[in-house]
């Protein structure tokens, strides 16, 4: 279980993409995330508010590849916080690798 003193967050950076994850810190612009899926492709969701909200609703059909342990993104442009459901709806996205 997650320490409840850490967000899961959806971040949207200028040029690496979208990330879900655990906020460490943030400084700025500089967010550092932990156990963080990079979300590539996402199906049943109109936007990353809504993802955050509600999740997915067709997780087979996503992109979100493995998790990392940690990542340090530099232009984050958007930090949204995740309701539980969204949580465990990202995290039953099968890894997408090719």
């Known amino acids: 279980m997650p320490d409840q003193n850490k967000r899961y967050v ?8 979208v ?8 400084n700025g612009k500089e ?5 963080a899926r990079r979300l590539w492709y996402w199906s049943g969701a109109s936007s990353l ?4 909200m ?3 609703k067709r997780p087979n059909d996503c992109k979100f590849p493995c998790e ?9 442009i958007e930090i949204l916080d995740c ?3 969204a949580r465990e709806s990202i995290a039953s996205v099968p890894v997408w690798k090719q």
């Open 10 to 17: 959806i971040v949207r950076t200028y040029s690496a993409g």
């Open 19 to 26: 990330f879900a994850g655990t906020i460490e810190s943030r």
């Open 31 to 35: 967010v550092v995330m932990t156990n």
């Open 49 to 52: 508010s809504q993802l955050a």
């Open 54 to 56: 509600e999740g997915v």
């Open 68 to 76: 990392v342990d940690r990542v340090e993104l530099t232009e984050a």
């Open 83 to 85: 309701t539980d459901a």
